[in-house]
């Protein structure tokens, strides 16, 4: 087979260096919810219908189900017991186990997979590129892959949800892709695996901890480096308030004076019903901190998900900016209109928690302890991380502390690059540089083949989504400078493979 060389130059403009010390996290006092972690906001992407690529759910996508493992890591009888666990596979391009044609494997994150199945556009634009068998894995503890006999089980308390972390995760990724390898007699076909945000940092732990099962590992919009006080827990923000800033001076400005806008109505009597008539609430304030997370989550979704051709953090900003009425929370309302589109009511909307919310909850407090808070100098009120109330916060739900420096423990983190350049081999750490966890991801060649491959107008894993026939320039260089890197470490491993059965 003929492989492309490796440009090099290609990758000045693009490939950087990490930041050793990076990124905050959230979850202070005030504001418990951590940033959402996943690879889209909700049903944006599919709200878009200029997508290139077949990548809707097809009907050669087969579903299969593996007996998998309660617990991993020790043999007490009980760890014995098995759960159903949820795969997909798509043979349509594969070039089959005798050519041992390879396999790209998708690991599943913090959600049901059937919303990945159409949104993680890599794997099937990159189905017939590598002659690839596609596989996307669920993770434990969502979707249909629940221990326990039910979700009401398995979440009843810390006893049942102690088996639900990334450690057995990937542990169930492993013994489900070397199955699907035994199975169809592709013992040598290379297997690379794909994921985004924590579904990425699962494939960059993956490659270091299972080099044996896969040869390589995409892991895009993974902020590896934000535990443990490696990112300054400010960091987020500070993205957030610098992409804001950059598209417009005035939003910016009138987003930072907005708060203390807020806090003066709200002391005044009937302040909180001026303020929910201001901003149509589906139901009376009760508190001005719920207007006040609202907009920070807005703002913060904007900026995460600031994907062409939209640019959400434009759209807000031309709400704001646009809006004919010249008070300043009159802007900030334009700024919702103009994001989330003419409703009968805004912020208070209830809604049923989604998988995501209830299951991300559990992996924050226990071993998932991402520290952002929101520093000085942005366009927010300041509202650091607390570990201590953060800690009780998740005593109160579940009985039992949070392991803040577990990740860093059993993955690394601390001096990435000093540690990672004479250990491990073929990770690439995709990133957007208006993502604001992009600042807890790696952002630095660590060596010739652990890679950071950055855009710097890209947004939460917009690499991994599908093509699209308005992609910037910008974002078909990413993607087309992550397949030869590909390309260049299968050429090798084949090359290495035959000599292998040679001398057998
Ligand atoms: C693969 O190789 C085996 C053994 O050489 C052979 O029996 C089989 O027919 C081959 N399968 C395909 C699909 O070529
Ligand atoms: C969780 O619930 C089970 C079944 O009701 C019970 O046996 C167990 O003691 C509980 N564990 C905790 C930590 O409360």
Known sequence: MNYPKFSVQWLQFIVMVMVLSISENSCSAGRFDIPRLSPTRGTLILEQPDIVSSASVSEDLRTFYYPQTLDHFNYKPESYSTFQQRYVMNFKYWGGANASAPILAYLGAEAPLDGDLAVIGFLNDNAIRFNALLVYIEHRYYGKSIPFGSREEAFKNASTLGYFNSVQAIADYAEIIMHIKKKLHAFYSPVIVIGGSYGGMLASWFRLKYPHVALGAVASSAPVLYFDKITPSGAYFSVVTKDFREVSETCYQTIRKSWSEIDKIASQPHGLSILSTKFKTCNPLTDSSELKNALTKMYASAAQYNQPPRYPVTVVCGGIDGSEKLD?????????????????????????????????????????????????????????????????????????????????????????????????????????????????????????????????????????????????????????????????????????????????
């Open 328 to 504: 300043i929370l009159s802007k900030i309302f334009a700024g919702i209109v103009a994001f989330r589109g003419n409703r009968s009511c805004y912020i208070n909307q209830p809604t049923n928690q989604s998988e995501t919310t209830v299951g991300w909850r559990w992996q924050t407090c226990s071993e998932m302890v991402i520290p952002i808070g929101i520093g000085n100098n942005t366009m927010f009120q300041p509202d650091p991380f607390d570990l201590n109330s953060f800690i009780q916060q998740c005593m109160s739900y579940y009985g039992v502390p949070p392991r803040p420096h577990w990740v860093t423990s059993y993955y690394g983190g601390h001096d990435i690059k000093l540690i990672l350049q004479r250990f491990g081999s073929n990770i690439i750490f995709s990133n957007g540089l208006r993502d604001p966890y992009s600042r807890g991801g790696v952002l630095e060649n660590i060596s010739e083949s652990i890679l950071a491959v950055y855009t710097v107008n890209g947004s939460h894993c917009l690499d991994i989504l599908p093509e699209k026939k308005t992609d910037p320039e910008w974002l078909i260089r990413q993607r087309s400078i992550v397949v030869k890197i590909i390309k260049r470490w299968m050429a090798k491993y084949y090359a290495d493979l035959r000599l292998a059965l040679i001398k057998q």
